[in-house]
T-cell receptor
Framework: AQKVTQAQTEISVVEKEDVTLDCVYE???????LFWYKQPPSGELVFLIR????DEQNEISGRYSWNFQKSTSSFNFTITASQVVDSAVYFC??????????????WGLGTSLAVNP | EPEVTQTPSHQVTQMGQEVILRCVPI?????FYWYRQILGQKVEFLVS????????KSEIFDDQFSVERPDGSNFTLKIRSTKLEDSAMYFC???????????FGSGTRLTVV
């Protein structure tokens, strides 16, 4: 069965520190997609990144970077020079194929990040 | 940028009442989903919908739940007889390709009292 594990329940850092959020996944599929979403206190789900299983290139977007390692089934997320506005719950998710192409998302439990001034 | 619109943003209902949560997916998207998040917990899949029928449903999606696309634009989730444990944030999502990318609505916070 597909599964997503975010072992860190809560992380607290001081502004400007770097922080890495871990995500480990399990799947028997050879084709899959991995996602990160941010959920700020207002509650909406904000899409951050999608990565497909055939693309192991790491990605950087401003202060955000993602490290995808198929060998360890991990898709970790690093925020460089964290800011108070980064405080949120971050979810890692895996898309699972079912009938046809209609894939649902399997979610991790989320990591609550608090960035303190 | 196209958005998925959910209404209402917050609904309070009495236990045992029926509620309908509404979603307007992105117009050229063909795949639709409902997810639920109980306060402080993870996001859980409820149901996926394609070609006017349910593609998959989770064990949470029992006979009290139903989905409909009544008019080709709205996508609704109905809970027939709400329970206290149905209190949660309900997210609608749509996808053009059925799994490559999803657009989520802002959610409806349902409070059952």
């Amino acid at each position: 069965a597909q599964k997503v594990t975010q072992a860190q329940t809560e992380i607290s850092v001081v502004e400007k520190e770097d922080v890495t959020l871990d995500c480990v996944y399990e799947t028997r599929d050879t084709t899959y997609y991995l996602f990160w979403y941010k959920q700020p206190p207002s509650g909406e789900l904000v899409f951050l990144i999608r990565r497909n299983s055939f693309d192991e290139q790491n990605e950087i977007s401003g202060r955000y970077s993602w490290n995808f390692q198929k060998s360890t089934s991990s898709f970790n997320f690093t925020i460089t020079a964290s800011q108070v506005v980064d405080s949120a719950v971050y979810f890692c998710a895996l898309s699972e194929p079912n009938a046809g192409n209609n894939r649902k998302l399997i979610w991790g439990l989320g990591t609550s990040l608090a960035v303190n001034p | 940028e196209p958005e998925v619109t959910q209404t209402p943003s917050h609904q309070v209902t009495q236990m045992g009442q029926e509620v309908i949560l509404r979603c307007v997916p992105i117009s050229n998207h063909l795949y639709f989903y409902w997810y639920r998040q109980i306060l402080g917990q993870k996001v859980e899949f409820l149901v996926s919908f394609y070609n006017n029928e349910i593609s998959e449903k989770s064990e949470i999606f029992d006979d009290q739940f139903s989905v409909e696309r009544p008019d080709g634009s709205n996508f609704t989730l109905k809970i027939r007889s709400t329970k206290l444990e149905d209190s949660a944030m309900y997210f609608c999502a749509s996808s053009e390709t059925g799994g490559y990318g999803y657009t989520f609505g802002s959610g409806t916070r349902l409070t059952v009292v």
